[in-house]
């Protein structure tokens, strides 16, 4: 018993790094654009890899559009600063919608094409070899139905993905939705929320990759009023690295980045357009929810 435990400890030990390679890491972290830059600069240069962002909002606001703009835009070839790679869709609400990825897989040919003019670079030209078909194909997408199947599927992932090592984001639409509905045991919802946390958070460090946790608002009695906050209670809010909060700033779709650990907190406007997420160009002012 005493030399396992030995051989234990020390492989422990031999596991270590020091803080230089970790911050070597990070700064060569590779990072998701969201297609909205004012967005992208208080995330840093985007979505980050190897990490887990949750992204919580009222409806309406624009959760999965964002999801489905992150799942195109984890296809970017390398040439025009993306990650080439591909993505994993989780659905649980039955919201991704095939037709509007496309419109945005356009977009995004588009600003390639733009890109390459305005440059005046001599690319291969990898944005002509590439269609909407090509975009959706690199999207593996799961339909789920209850909270076993959503823990199930991703027990799957570490399999799923050892054989897809070209997966650079998952996304989650929404984590909450079957959490929310089938449970009246609340302790066993949060262990179960819990060690399907876990296996994200090994996930997006094992294979690189980004995992995005879209997420739903609830009530919240506090300070003698209800407010509104996001879903599965305040447990939760640790399981992830990142969270953005979405919210109305009058006809202003604004993203609050709440908690990061290397980022400070700051807020920026978007848009959802026909050709998915952009910049805002409206100034009008709503009180922000929180």
Request: contains cysteine; proline residues 2%.
């Amino acid at each position: 018993m005493k030399v396992i435990l030995l051989l234990l400890m020390l492989s422990c030990w031999t596991g270590a790094q020091s803080a230089w390679d970790m911050l070597h890491e990070e700064e060569a972290c590779k990072r998701i654009t969201t297609s909205c830059s004012d967005l992208d600069d208080i995330l840093g240069g985007g979505i980050s890899c190897k990490e887990v962002t949750e992204i919580g909002g009222v409806p309406g606001i624009g959760k999965t559009q964002i999801g489905i703009q992150l799942a195109i835009n984890v296809q970017i070839p390398v040439g025009y600063g993306g990650v080439e790679g591909k993505a994993v869709y989780i659905d649980t609400e039955g919201s991704f919608m095939v037709e509007r990825a496309s419109q945005i897989a356009e977009a995004c040919i588009k600003d390639m094409q733009e890109y390459d003019h305005f440059l005046r670079k001599d690319l291969p030209g990898c944005q002509a070899k590439l269609t909407s078909n090509d975009f959706l194909a690199n999207i593996n997408y799961f339909r789920i139905c209850s909270y076993t199947e959503q823990i199930a599927v991703i027990n799957y992932l570490d399999k799923f993905i050892s054989e897809h090592p070209d997966v650079k984001v998952v996304i989650v639409d929404s984590i909450t939705f079957h959490f929310r509905q089938d449970f009246e045991d609340m302790a066993l919802r949060t262990r179960l929320l819990g060690g399907m946390a876990l296996k994200l958070m090994k996930l997006a460090k094992k294979f690189s990759l980004a995992v995005i946790l879209l997420n739903q608002v609830t009530t919240k009695y506090s300070g003698g009023s209800f407010h509104l906050t996001l879903a599965l209670g305040d447990s939760w809010s640790h399981a992830c690295t990142n969270r953005i909060i979405l919210y109305w700033n009058g006809n202003e779709r604004c993203a609050h980045l709440d908690k990061s650990p290397s980022l400070r907190s700051a807020s920026a406007p978007y848009s959802v357009t026909g050709e998915g997420i952009r910049n805002s160009a409206s100034s009008c002012k709503r009180a922000r929810i929180t």
